[in-house]
Structures are given as structure tokens and as C-alpha cells.
């Protein structure tokens, strides 16, 4: 149960993270062998599986069998109390603290509480703010909450803030999955300079330079999942 710690320390050592997204929804376990090695021989760190919209029990086959073909650290990065499975190592207890639906501040934490106890999986508390970028994506839809207006740097900013006064050990900023437009630079920026604790970017990243624009405007780790489903040459851009 050191994935947290492990995060820490490599901010320390001035390393950045990636984590690739797997979403079980648009994967296939047929696929898992081939694409995990490509993922094994990127810089990518750290595997996320989980998705807006999922069938039930599908995570937990998808997890066991990613698990075997690789030593990454394996997150859930869950849409819903279905996708936890103690099959992984660690679960990014989310809150999301942009928009103001009861379910998805507190509720589906606390419905999710009789699964938790029973894995032993390292929990995780993540802020996660979601901000507009140019199209609905799913997570809007799901959760019903309105995205954070980019303009509002401040009250994103503020936002974030809140998160880590409150206990929370990580902040997400998310445009989205499949966003047309990442989160601005400035908004990283911004948040970075004001919360101590890690900080994770994604959605919508597509290409190395999105990627690089992320981690110089003080993104700790970054999360990829579109870009590789839709194109797996991107892996080979990111070769160790
Ligand atoms: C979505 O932040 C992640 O929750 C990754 O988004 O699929 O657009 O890379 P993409």
C-alpha cells in the first residue's frame, strides 16, 4: 500500500507520472496482452482502469487479466460502486468538488463504504474538478453537474484549495474524456502554485506536446485514455 507514498516521493525527485487510462467499457480482455505491453515499454507509470458508463463485473475480469501481463500499479478510477474490485492495488476515492450533486460529493461514498471494507485496496482521497472544454463529455452527463467555467480561475482555484483543507490527498483536474480541449495552462498553473499536494491532469491530451504543456505548467502526473485507444503509435512516442 505504497502507491500514494510512491507518488510522492517521485515529485520529490522532480520525476512526472503517466498513467494510461483504461475505460473496461471500450476494451476488449482480448486485447489486454498487446496493449499492455506496449504500455510496459512506455514511461508510462501507473495503469487507471475505470469509465463513465460500465457493465457490471466487467472491471473485475479486465483488472485480473491486465494484472498478469504487468508489475505498473493498477488504480480504479471509478464511475460507479460496480468498478470497485480488490483485484487492484489502490482506488482514487473521488469527490467531485466542482459540481454540487449530493451523490457524487458524499453519497456514492458512503453507499460504496460495504464493498470497500471487504478489499483491501489503498483509498485514496482525490478532489476531482471537473472544467469545461469546448464539448459535454461524459462525466457531465453521468454525474449531472455542470463543469467549472474556465474563466473562473480563481474559484477553480479556490476549489482546489477547499479540496486540500478538507483532507484530500490528491487533486484531478478533468476536461473530460475525449475532451476536445485540455485543461489551459494557466488554470494548471495557477492551482499548482496554491495546493501542496499532487496534482493530476487529464483529458483531452492527444499528442507529446499537449503532454509536455501539462507537465511544465506543474501537472505532477497526467492521465492519457482516448489518445491510445484511438491511435496505439502514440506509445511508441513515449518509449522508455
Ligand atoms: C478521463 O482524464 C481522463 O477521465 C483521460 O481523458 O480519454 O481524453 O485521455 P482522455
Do not use: C, W
Not at 482502469?49 to 505498473?72: A, C, F, M, N
Not at 471487504?118 to 478532489?127: D, F, K, M, Q, W
Not at 502526473?221 to 506509445?235: L, N, Y
Amino acid at each position: 500500500k505504497n502507491i500514494y507514498k510512491n507518488i510522492k516521493n517521485s515529485i520529490l525527485n522532480h520525476e512526472k507520472l503517466l498513467a494510461v487510462l483504461i475505460d473496461p467499457d471500450k476494451f476488449s480482455v482480448d486485447d489486454v496482452a498487446r496493449f499492455i505491453k506496449k504500455v510496459n515499454q512506455s514511461v508510462a507509470t501507473h495503469i487507471f482502469v475505470g469509465g463513465s458508463t460500465v457493465k457490471d463485473k466487467v472491471t473485475e475480469v479486465l483488472v485480473s487479466e491486465i494484472k498478469t501481463h504487468t508489475k505498473r500499479p493498477i488504480v480504479l478510477f471509478p464511475g460507479a460502486i460496480s468498478q470497485i474490485t480488490n483485484k487492484a492495488d489502490a482506488l482514487l476515492f473521488l469527490s467531485l468538488i466542482s459540481g454540487r450533486n449530493p451523490d457524487y460529493l458524499i453519497g456514492k461514498h458512503v453507499e460504496s463504504i460495504s464493498i470497500i471494507k471487504t478489499t483491501n485496496l489503498e483509498v485514496i482521497s482525490t478532489g476531482y474538478i471537473l472544467i469545461e472544454s469546448g464539448n459535454e463529455t461524459a462525466i457531465e452527463r453521468v454525474t449531472q453537474t455542470q463543469p467549472m467555467d474556465k474563466n473562473t480561475i480563481q474559484n477553480i482555484v479556490n476549489t482546489a484549495k477547499a479540496g486540500e483543507l478538507l483532507g484530500m490527498k490528491l487533486i484531478y483536474l478533468e476536461a473530460g474524456s475525449g475532451a476536445l480541449n485540455p485543461v489551459d495552462s494557466e488554470i494548471i498553473l495557477k492551482v499548482k502554485n496554491e495546493i501542496k499536494i499532487p496534482l493530476i491532469v487529464g483529458g483531452g491530451i492527444k499528442n507529446t506536446q499537449q503532454l509536455e504543456n501539462a507537465y511544465s505548467s506543474g501537472a505532477d502526473m497526467v492521465v492519457i485514455g482516448t489518445a491510445f485507444e484511438e491511435d496505439e503509435t502514440f506509445f511508441d512516442k513515449l518509449r522508455k
